[in-house]
């Protein structure tokens, strides 16, 4: 089917038998757990207070990103059952509507458990296992006929198996390719380029050591990244925003282009068809973020080949929160209730958002009087991280109609955050 920007309505349940809706509840507003105490749970917060729904949300930390700001926040780790439980039924308190996620990393069978006595959980495990396990994942899209680079699993029998069918992987590609650790690897981590199999022993030996199992993809000649963001709900109702270009650095998204420029509508449009095609197969609810290749074709044609999946609010939808009608965040709390969604239309001709990725400040917030007065325009949104080297510490978004003075902007305001420059030298180049 086609995606566009509008809706695609459906009245039938999922495909895994769950029922739309949320689970019955006491008289009050609906209650969403979200595993997951980082940046992502954070941003949920003022959609879900404009909604007056209540968040209640796990945290690793009692200072983690998203304690500081939701008041209902019990301690615990995904992989503690009892911390589950009790996010969903705590012992003073209304129950959970519904369980949904800010990471993937979450126990499967627990999930299956709680679906099975009578907890919605959005995504469902069924879903999730895609964005947990790479090799499952490209089986999956295979079988949908989803465009992927070529790819193959590394036999996980012994280093020396899996050390000869790398070798004729690279043979077949063209002597460069790409392993990836099937589950764990995030922001360029879990994924190396190689020419050898000696470039992965150490891998390899950690396979059968008990280590994740690897698998190995081409290296794809790609003209840029892509992200294509969707919305769906249980009741079949699905909305996708604009595509998008990700500007990496070093393996991390530094900058996200609202909407890719110089994309064709033919290609947005696929790219959208591609989205919906995922959310729609895998039965996916809430906020997925289908991460792309733009490939030149033989003819000169661009095409898109998926590169990976995120089945939550994502890095690359961080511009939604100033840029389009409806947020990812809104978009995501109204999908996992079964909610009508949102409209996805932009509100700016362009929007920028450019990542704060570590900063010499020892706090960030004493940069905004610079940041401000330079940039009065800019959003920015910081998440009460500690600072370390490269860490994901806020976003700066920047809307115009001018895409060159836009993005300027919103990377100079980010630089500024990182303590790279002064307030007088950004503000003469802006």
């Given amino acids: 089917m086609s995606a566009t920007l509008d809706s695609v309505p459906a ?44 968040l209640r949300v796990l945290v690793e930390d009692p200072a983690s990103s998203a304690a500081q700001v939701v008041t209902d926040t ?10 589950i439980r009790s996010l969903i039924a705590p012992d003073a308190g209304p129950s959970a509507s519904v369980l949904t996620f800010e990471h993937e990393h979450v126990p499967n069978d627990l999930l ?14 069924h879903a999730l296992v895609q964005a947990q396990d790479k090799i499952v994942m490209r089986r999956r899209l295979t079988d949908l006929g989803v465009p992927c680079p070529r790819w193959a699993p590394l036999p996980a029998s012994s280093p020396d198996e899996g050390r000869a069918a790398l070798a004729a992987f690279l ?7 790409v392993v990836k650790t099937s589950r764990g690897g995030y922001d360029g981590k879990g994924v190396r380029v190689v020419s050898s199999p000696d470039d992965v022993d150490d891998w390899l030996a950690g396979v059968a050591d008990g280590g994740p199992q690897l698998l190995v993809e081409e290296k794809v000649p790609f003209v840029r990244e892509l992200a294509a963001l969707v919305a769906r709900r249980p009741s079949g109702e699905v909305r996708a925003w604009p595509v998008v ?28 068809e591609i989205a919906t095609t995922v959310a729609e197969g895998l039965d996916v609810t809430g906020v997925l973020a289908v991460e792309l290749f ?41 999908a996992v209730l079964d909610l009508p969604l949102g409209a996805t239309e932009p509100t700016a001709d362009w929007t920028v958002m450019a990542n704060v990725l570590g900063s010499t400040l020892t706090e960030l917030t004493d940069a905004l009087p610079d940041v401000l007065g330079a940039f009065p325009e800019a959003r920015v949104n910081l998440y009460g991280k500690g600072v370390r080297p490269g860490r994901k510490l806020g976003h ?3 809307s115009g109609t001018d895409l060159d003075d836009v993005r300027r902007r919103a990377v100079a305001a980010a630089a500024l955050l990182r303590g790279e420059s002064t307030f007088e030298e950004e503000a003469s180049n802006a």
């Fill in 11 to 54: 009245d039938r349940p999922s495909s895994s038998g769950e029922p739309s809706g949320a689970a019955p509840s006491p008289a009050g507003p609906p209650v969403v757990a979200v595993v997951g105490g980082g940046q992502l749970a954070r941003m949920m917060a003022p959609a879900a207070g404009e909604l007056g729904i209540r």
């Fill in 74 to 83: 019990p301690v615990g780790v995904a992989s503690d059952e009892a911390a």
């Fill in 112 to 125: 299956t458990d709680l679906i099975e006595h009578g907890t919605p959980v959005r995504p469902g495990p």
């Fill in 171 to 177: 043979e077949e590609v063209g002597g460069t390719a």
């Fill in 245 to 272: 270009e990700s500007v990496q650095r070093d393996g991390v998204c530094a900058e996200v282009i609202a909407p890719a420029p110089g994309l064709s509508a033919e290609l947005d449009a696929r790219a959208r």
């Fill in 294 to 334: 733009e490939v030149a074709g033989p003819d000169g044609a661009s095409t898109v080949l998926v590169n990976e999946l995120a089945m939550r609010p994502h890095n690359s939808g961080h511009w939604t929160i100033d840029g389009a009608v409806t947020s990812q965040f809104e978009q995501h709390l109204r």
């Fill in 396 to 398: 700066v978004n920047v």
